[in-house]
């Protein structure tokens, strides 16, 4: 059960140096329990009363012996400033209460004889004046604490917020250290796993990089997100990776002369390529752009027969830079960038998206130039007597059995030149070795 508010009692002191007039104001009270009386003979003695008690209203005579009702009141404000202090007084001695007014003593007077109901009025307001200044200067410090506490609050709850603003930022660097090396752990990964389809086609050596080169390129001019760029270089980084299932006698072979049986076995590489990489999560668009690579802009590829923008954008893209590089480096039917390019012209529209050619183009004449050595070099045949050291291989270099001598982008030196010499000697090719020269 809550406690019930306690009721308030406050003291009232009556000060005269009549005993039958303090006994006649006391008289006035006897009926209130909320006030209770105290009464003095002097004001020496109402001090002594002031000084233990809380005391609300005080009314005091005037004319007292050795200290006047003046004197006693200005006393009585320093003990007790906040009570309501009333000078009673005769007629004749109305200015000595004016007096009593002036000097701050007392708030108002009460002429003899008084009225009792008046007087006992006064006494009531001044005791609910007297609890109202009590209850504000309450309130006053509670509001002044409550301030205290709340700024005493702020400041901690700043500094909670600064430590753990520091403790986050510190976490949130962490995780981006940690976020970006997985990053570069997947790139490696991706690069690692290209690599493995090359060792098994080596018709395609650097195919998956150069497909990369141009689908990036191709991206980036097209506008596209760095999220976006990133995920379709990843796929073309990418896309023969379902060759690894395929039979060795399938890659050998030029598209033309596989059989209809070695035909469906190449065919399944888009979806094993998908399904390769379907297990990592952070591969899984990628994969989906694998599996188009092989669709045509008519509807006439596969695996799906998607065509024109039903075919995935990165597919396409892909699609057009695996042509380019095929027919650039293909074996012994190998065309140059001008003619390569001419030939995705011819099949825009029908094979590839029409949108991309131009795209590619620009992008190829950037990129293949850069590749092969300076964008000023130019191809030249050369017969082994002519070689040079410091040039770079245009081509794969292959004896007349064909047999491999010398990769593409190796730049010559005497060793090599002496094998090449030896390797003509022995087993002669028809054709020269093809160099990049640089324009005079
Ligand atoms: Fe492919
Ligand atoms: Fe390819």
Redesign the pocket.
């Known amino acids: 059960m809550p406690d019930k508010p306690k009721k308030e009692i406050f003291n009232i002191l009556f000060v005269d140096d009549e005993e039958n007039v303090l006994r006649s104001l006391k008289r006035l009270f006897i009926d209130d329990s909320n006030i209770e009386v105290f009464t003095a003979l002097s004001g020496k003695d109402g001090l002594e009363i002031l000084k233990s008690n809380e005391i609300a209203v005080i009314i005091s005579d005037q004319r007292m012996p050795e200290m006047s009702g003046a004197q006693f009141l200005e006393k009585a404000k320093r003990v007790r400033p906040d009570c309501v202090r009333i000078v009673l007084t005769g007629y004749a001695d109305v200015n000595a209460a004016m007096d009593a007014i002036n000097k701050g003593g007392a708030f108002k007077y009460i002429t003899k004889p008084w009225d009792d109901t008046d007087l006992m009025l006064t006494v009531l307001n001044s005791i609910e004046t007297y609890r109202l200044k009590k209850e504000n200067r309450r309130l006053t410090e509670l509001t002044k604490n409550q301030n205290e506490e709340l700024k005493k609050w702020n400041t901690e709850l700043e500094f909670y917020v600064q430590q753990h603003t520091v403790e986050l930022t510190k976490r949130n660097k962490e995780l981006n250290t940690l976020n970006e090396k997985l990053k570069t752990n997947l790139k490696e990964f991706i690069t690692a796993f290209s690599n493995l389809i090359e060792l098994r086609d080596k018709s ?1 050596r650097s ?1 998956s990089n150069t ?1 990369a080169a141009l689908s990036e390129g191709i991206a980036v001019k097209l506008g596209l997100s760095e999220q976006e760029v990133d995920v379709i270089t990843t796929a073309a980084q990418l ?2 990776i379902g060759k690894i299932g395929v039979p060795d006698i399938v890659l050998v072979k030029d598209d033309t002369e596989l059989t209809q049986e070695e035909t469906e076995e190449y065919k399944k590489h888009p979806v094993r390529g998908q399904a390769a990489v379907d297990l990592v999560e952070e591969l899984r668009e990628a994969g989906m752009l694998i599996r188009g ?1 092989h669709e045509r802009y008519d509807g006439n590829g596969f695996p799906d027969g998607l065509s024109g923008n039903k075919i995935p954008l990165g597919s396409r893209i892909i699609a057009v830079a ?1 042509k380019l590089d ?1 027919l650039i480096s293909g074996g012994s039917s190998r065309l140059s960038l001008e003619s390569a390019l001419n030939v995705v012209k011819s099949l825009s529209g029908i094979q590839f998206d029409p949108e991309l050619y131009g795209m590619l183009h620009e992008v190829a004449k950037e990129k293949i130039t850069i590749d092969t050595g300076a964008a000023d070099a130019v191809e030249v045949e050369l017969r082994p007597k002519d070689l040079m050291t410091g040039l770079i291989v245009s081509r794969d270099v292959r004896s007349g059995t064909e047999l491999l001598l010398l990769r593409k982008g190796t730049t010559l030196n005497e060793r090599n030149i002496e094998t090449l010499k030896r390797g003509y000697h022995i087993d002669p090719s028809k054709s020269g070795i093809f160099v990049w020269k640089r324009k005079k």
Do not use: A, E
Request: charged share 40%; proline share 0%; hydrophobic share 25%.
């Open positions: 395609v195919h497909v896309h023969d690579h695996d095929r």
